[in-house]
Every structure is written in structure tokens, then in C-alpha cells.
């Protein structure tokens, strides 16, 4: 059986071990992927993750702006792809890029669908106390991610963050991709409606999303740090000073005194208490690990409360 002609469609860490997987059962004719992103001063472009796997590839990249040019759509039919992959890449397809492939073109999305169709669903299935999400092999259409799919494979949610689970998304969405790749060939895939009735949005997730607030009940407040990510984190005032969490835990109740597990921590204080750091919230308490107060590096909360002087019955906001 000859290799599939296929045309890779994918951006960020998560749609790498696909393209890798790929590299090696079929022939992967070309890469497309967004461009070059800007730093924050614009002095400097770095490439996606995709793109630097697939230069190490030896593979041909495109970064088109649109690919609803006649000159785009021209280039794509000319590689006379038998299937186009497509992970997180980032861009919707046309109905005329859609129509090319002789096996259609397929979407590996990071959650189990019908639930958090469109662009952030892993953040959204933490930020909602989901207990499991996957990753989904869809047939792509004109519509946001509503088109049939023929297979999920789910995980637990726990206690891992965005990064962590989309590692791990990342992994499952290849091990999918290898497992099903002869079954597009001899067309033995099963390809099941989505039950509209079910459907989720995640839409992209907003600075305010992952805003932390006394008003928050601690679970709530541990989701959004688990959530946040570089370009919206999951910011507090600590004792005035600006401040970003990275890692949080819930408190758990053992009826003691505020001194050895402080579960009564009044909303909106400070304690801290055997070298650990404590905020009191609407419900409950939570526990800071490592936070990055602003124009200092990323630490430990018990490195920071010891340099800052951190007192007990300070405040947050």
C-alpha cells in the first residue's frame, strides 16, 4: 500500500507529535501553519512550534495570512494531497480547500465533541470542573467543528493545568492519528453524527476568565490558575503588589485553628503560617505555591512572603 499524499495543517506544541507520527507512516507533501508571531516590543518573530518540527523535517512550511486566495487554493490542489490533517492550526478551512482531498480533510480537536467546539477547549473544560476531556478525530466542514467524527479517546482532568494537559492531548491526539491512518485507506472508519442538543462553546479565554477575586470560592480560584496561561494569567493584588499565580491548591477542612490549617481565613486576608501562604476566599482557603509578583522572577510563595515580609492579616484583592 503506497503512503498518503497528506498536507499538515497545525500551529502550537500540541499539534507537534502528530506532524512527528505523520513524518513517519506517511508522505507529508506540506506544512501550513501561522506566521512568524511578534514580540511583545516587535523586534523579534518566532517561528510556531509546528514550523520549527517541520524545517528539523526537512519538510516544505507555508505561512499564507489566508488561505482563501486563489493563489492558495491553487498551491494546495497542486500537491494533489490524498487527506489534509489538521491540529489547532488556527484558520478556517474554505469550502474550496475542503473539497480537495479525495478523503476529505480531518480535524484532531482537544476535547471530546460535541463539548467545547472552537478555540479553547482545554481551558474551558478545566475552568468548568469537567472531570474528563480527549481528543476527537472530526470529517471538517464549512461549520465550526461540527462535522461527524469517528473516534475519541478521553482522559482525566485532575488536577493538571493547561500545559500539562495539552502535553498530554498532544501525545493521545498522535497515537490516534497512527492508530486510525491505514483505516482512511481501506475506508473502515465509522463516522457518527455530533448530538447537537449536547454542543459547548469554548470560546477564547479573556483576561477577566481567569481575574482572581476574594469572591471566588477557592475551587474556583484554583481552576483559573490551572487555566491561565502566558497571555492571560491569572492575576491578583498581593498586599498591593501586583502579582501573578502560577500554582494553587485547595485548602482541604480538618477542623483545626487558623494557626496549623487556616480553613477560617476571613475573605480577602493574608496568613502566613509555617512557611506557606494562605488566602482567605469566599468559601474555603487556598494555598500559594509559586507565584511572579510583577518585575520579579517566578519563585516559590514561602521564597517571596520571606522576601517581601509577608505578615499574617495582609490583604489581596
Not at 6 to 14: A, N
Not at 259 to 280: N, T
Not at 291 to 302: E, L, P, T
Request: one cysteine or more.
Amino acid at each position: 500500500m503506497s503512503k498518503l499524499r497528506i498536507i499538515y495543517m497545525g500551529t502550537p506544541q500540541y499539534a507537534v507529535p502528530t506532524l512527528q507520527i505523520l513524518a513517519q507512516r506517511a508522505d507529508i507533501v506540506a506544512v501550513y501553519t501561522r506566521a512568524d508571531a511578534r514580540s511583545k516590543r516587535g523586534n523579534e518573530l518566532f517561528p510556531s512550534p509546528v514550523k520549527v518540527a517541520a524545517e528539523k523535517l526537512g519538510i516544505s512550511v507555508f505561512t499564507p495570512s489566508t488561505l482563501k486566495d486563489d493563489g492558495i487554493v491553487s498551491q494546495i490542489l497542486a500537491f494533489a494531497p490524498d487527506l489534509i490533517v489538521v491540529a489547532a492550526y488556527g484558520m478556517i478551512l474554505p469550502r474550496r480547500i475542503l473539497d480537495i482531498p479525495r478523503l476529505g480533510c480531518v480535524n484532531l480537536h482537544a476535547s471530546l465533541l460535541p463539548t467545547w467546539r472552537g478555540a479553547a477547549p482545554v481551558q474551558r473544560a478545566i475552568l468548568a470542573g469537567d472531570e474528563e476531556t480527549g481528543v476527537s478525530l472530526m470529517r471538517m466542514e464549512e461549520g465550526l467543528d461540527t462535522g461527524d467524527y469517528a473516534m475519541n479517546v478521553s482522559t482525566e482532568i485532575g488536577h493538571k493545568s493547561t500545559a500539562q494537559l495539552t502535553r498530554e492531548l498532544g501525545e493521545i491526539a498522535a497515537n490516534l492519528m497512527d492508530e486510525v491512518l491505514d483505516l482512511f485507506q481501506s475506508g473502515a472508519l465509522v463516522w457518527k453524527k455530533q448530538d447537537e442538543s449536547l454542543a459547548t462553546y469554548a470560546h477564547k479565554i479573556s483576561k477577566s476568565d481567569v481575574a482572581l477575586s476574594p469572591k471566588l470560592d477557592a475551587e474556583e480560584f484554583v481552576r483559573r490558575v490551572r487555566a491561565s496561561s502566558s497571555s492571560a494569567p491569572a492575576r491578583l493584588m498581593l498586599a498591593g503588589v501586583g502579582t501573578v499565580v502560577l500554582h494553587a491548591s485547595v485548602v482541604a477542612h480538618r477542623g483545626e485553628n487558623i494557626f496549623d490549617m487556616p480553613e477560617s481565613i476571613e475573605e480577602g486576608r493574608i496568613a502566613v503560617v509555617k512557611h506557606a501562604v494562605y488566602l482567605g476566599c469566599s468559601n474555603g482557603v487556598v494555598e500559594l505555591i509559586e507565584i511572579k509578583a510583577d518585575g520579579k522572577k517566578a519563585m516559590s510563595a514561602d521564597e517571596y512572603a520571606r522576601g517581601a515580609r509577608l505578615k499574617t492579616g495582609a490583604t489581596w484583592q
